[in-house]
Nanobody, 122 residues
Framework: QVQLVESGGGLVQAGGSLRLSCAAS????????LGWFRQAPGKEREFVAA????????YYADSVKGRFTISRDNAKNTMYLQMNRLKPEDTAVYYC???????????????WGQGTQVTVSS
């Protein structure tokens, strides 16, 4: 079992930055592909970014490419999402997820965090 806990969400003005963290329990953290997803009110959960087990490969949704950076520290069992140049349309609950080999597909992840709210004001 893996437990995931997100932190770092909050309220920020458009153009600002936030860094989300996802802390994981369990000794097999480094063996999992990891991802970030988000869900805005009335919308489906959507893929944001993902990173391979070793951190050598990263994948991004077109909407965040060039603004968001995903990273992981396997020694700390933690994944990060650095979000720059935030836009009001980035407002959503952000979830981290673990254990998938189809990184962009939410249904393929085995473990999920509880989510953290990100609100970007215009």
């Amino acid at each position: 079992q893996v437990q995931l806990v997100e932190s770092g969400g909050g309220l920020v003005q458009a153009g600002g930055s936030l860094r989300l963290s996802c802390a994981a329990s369990g000794r097999t953290f480094s063996s999992y592909g990891l991802g970030w997803f988000r869900q805005a009110p009335g919308k489906e959960r959507e893929f944001v970014a993902a990173i391979s087990q070793g951190g050598t490969a990263a994948y991004y949704a077109d909407s965040v490419k060039g603004r968001f950076t995903i990273s992981r520290d396997n020694a700390k069992n933690t994944m990060y999402l650095q979000m720059n140049r935030l836009k009001p349309e980035d407002t959503a609950v952000y979830y981290c997820a673990a254990d998938s080999n189809r990184y962009t597909v939410a249904l393929t992840y085995s473990y999920w965090g509880q989510g953290t709210q990100v609100t970007v004001s215009s």
